[in-house]
Antibody, heavy 123, light 107 residues
Framework: QVTLRESGPALVKPTQTLTLTCTFS??????????VSWIRQPPGKALEWLAR???????YYSTSLKTRLTISKDTSKNQVVLTMTNMDPVDTATYYC???????????????WGQGTMVTVSS | EIVLTQSPGTLSLSPGERATLSCRAS???????LAWYQQKPGQAPRLLIY???SRATGIPDRFSGSGSGTDFTLTISRLEPEDFAVYYC????????FGQGTKLEIK
């Protein structure tokens, strides 16, 4: 059974750096074609893709947020970490991680999601 | 960046009726890399359709996807009470982007 779970602070202050961890089970990020993405959703609004990290450590970022994001993985711990610098109240959202199987045997879409973690940015 | 526009914004139907949701892309989506997700209040999105027309694991066959290029459709053939939710389309052929969502509500 594939599961993902996001963890991190529920509240951060403006200008601080947010660090979120996605802990997963049921698959390995060392398997060819396996990737993990981060997505966020402000309250009542649409989904926004943030970043993706691949089994071979390739990394991809949203063009609009690229300068503020860093994604990394710890394969031995089955974890993916996202950091976002210079947080602002507009970054208040639920942050999700999701599995993304790519390549010939993958769907390419976000097939399994974590339950999400709500982050509020406020002083 | 490919912009996805979903219509209508809200669709009011009754159980048993047929639902047709539209997703239009600002430029062609390569290799039909178009997915549909369902999201219920307080829950994470769930993958329904990938590759424009392939159902994800465990998705009932009343859900079907079609289209290519810039125009895509999600059809729910006969609405069940549990189908009332928000639906998002997503393209993954050129980076990633999501539509703004269609809310399917009970009439």
């Amino acid at each position: 059974q594939v599961t993902l779970r996001e963890s991190g602070p529920a509240l951060v202050k403006p200008t601080q750096t947010l660090t979120l961890t996605c802990t997963f089970s049921g698959f390995s990020l060392s398997t060819s074609g396996m990737c993990v993405s981060w997505i966020r959703q402000p309250p009542g609004k649409a989904l926004e893709w943030l970043a993706r990290i691949d089994w071979d450590d390739d990394k991809y970022y949203s063009t609009s947020l690229k300068t503020r994001l860093t994604i990394s993985k710890d394969t031995s711990k089955n974890q993916v970490v996202l950091t976002m610098t210079n947080m602002d109240p507009v970054d208040t959202a639920t942050y999700y991680c999701a599995r993304v199987p790519v390549g010939a045997k993958g769907t390419g879409a976000f097939d399994i999601w974590g339950q999400g973690t709500m982050v509020t940015v406020s002083s | 960046e490919i912009v996805l526009t979903q219509s209508p914004g809200t669709l009011s139907l009754s159980p048993g009726e047929r639902a047709t949701l539209s997703c239009r892309a600002s430029q062609s989506v390569s290799s039909s890399y178009l997915a549909w997700y369902q999201q219920k209040p307080g829950q994470a999105p769930r993958l329904l359709i990938y590759g424009a027309s392939s159902r994800a694991t465990g998705i009932p066959d009343r859900f079907s996807g079609s289209g290519s290029g810039t125009d895509f459709t999600l059809t729910i053939s006969r609405l069940e009470p549990e189908d009332f939710a928000v639906y998002y389309c997503q393209q993954y052929g050129s980076s990633y982007s999501f539509g703004q969502g269609t809310k399917l509500e009970i009439k």
